[in-house]
């Protein structure tokens, strides 16, 4: 009697392919040249063409093969266009690693942030990232083998807010439950859907968390980071897991930040 062959089972030997939205920089970059490192194909996704090339030179010789488009994750036809790139390029998807962020303004009191702000928030963070996900679940679905995975970057502020954030908060806590419910809707179709809440790594976007961060105190304290090549390692990890195994929420953070004191 024949065994039936898994989706991993049928693809092993061939270069698996992933998309890497925010790539040109931060945990983005990290998480593309961690990816490339190990010999994935993987299309860099961002808002402007020249970090996204800077990051496909950042990745070592003899490594996966970089594909750079450049894409609004808030615009419906752009990300239309970066996932059929990407079908042209490799004819298939095993991976979305969902990045694409903004913080906002920071600092700004809820009774003070404008409007246009807070859209640009939800609409990057939120209603990107739902784009992006629908984009590869369809093509998940349809492709042969079916099936990939999908990994949204959260936040430690998925759980837990810091002053003054609260566009980026509530789009993070909102990414959970997308995160949630697309795991569940893509089981059938070998869709595996998860989460990485990542809490102080060290980019240019938590450059001044060193120097000072508003505690929910009203105090401004220095906080240590952590090397961001541990999250990319993290999500490579979540990335090579076989589809019948999910890590469905991963929090990885600077061991002594002041996360599960806040407040």
């Known amino acids: 009697m024949n065994a039936v062959r898994t989706t991993d089972e049928e693809s092993a030997g061939r270069p698996k392919i992933a998309v890497v939205t925010g ?27 020249e ?3 800077q990051t496909a030179a950042a990745a070592p010789p003899g490594g996966g093969t970089a594909l750079t488009v450049r894409a609004d994750v808030s615009r419906p036809e752009e990300v239309a266009a970066l996932f059929g790139a990407v079908r042209d390029r490799f004819g298939r998807l ?9 913080f906002g303004p920071g600092g700004v009191p809820v009774e003070e942030l404008p409007y246009d702000a807070w859209r640009h928030v939800v609409d990057t963070n939120l209603n990107g990232a739902f784009l992006c996900a629908q984009a590869a679940y369809r093509q998940m679905k349809e492709q042969d083998p079916r099936g990939g995975r999908i990994i949204n970057n959260g936040s430690i502020s998925a ?32 869709i595996a859907v998860g989460q990485i809440d990542i809490g102080n790594a060290a980019t240019e976007m938590t450059a001044g968390m060193q120097t000072g961060a508003l505690q929910a105190n009203g105090e401004t304290a220095p906080e240590p980071v952590m090397d961001v090549a541990d999250v990319a390692r993290t999500v490579r990890h979540m990335a090579e897991l076989p589809l019948e195994a999910n890590v469905q929420f991963a929090t990885v953070l600077a061991t002594a930040m002041p996360y599960v004191g806040r407040g």
């Open 94 to 102: 095993d991976l979305l690693f969902n990045n694409a962020g903004t």
């Open 159 to 190: 759980h837990t807010p810091r002053p003054h954030s609260v566009a980026y908060t509530a789009t993070k806590h909102a990414l959970t439950g997308l995160t949630k419910s697309l795991s569940l809707d893509g089981r059938r179709y070998g």
């Open 51 to 53: 970090p996204l090339a």
């Open 23 to 49: 790539a040109g920089s931060g945990i983005g970059r990290a998480v593309a040249v961690e990816l490339l490192r190990a010999g994935w194909s993987v299309a860099l996704a961002g808002r402007r063409p």
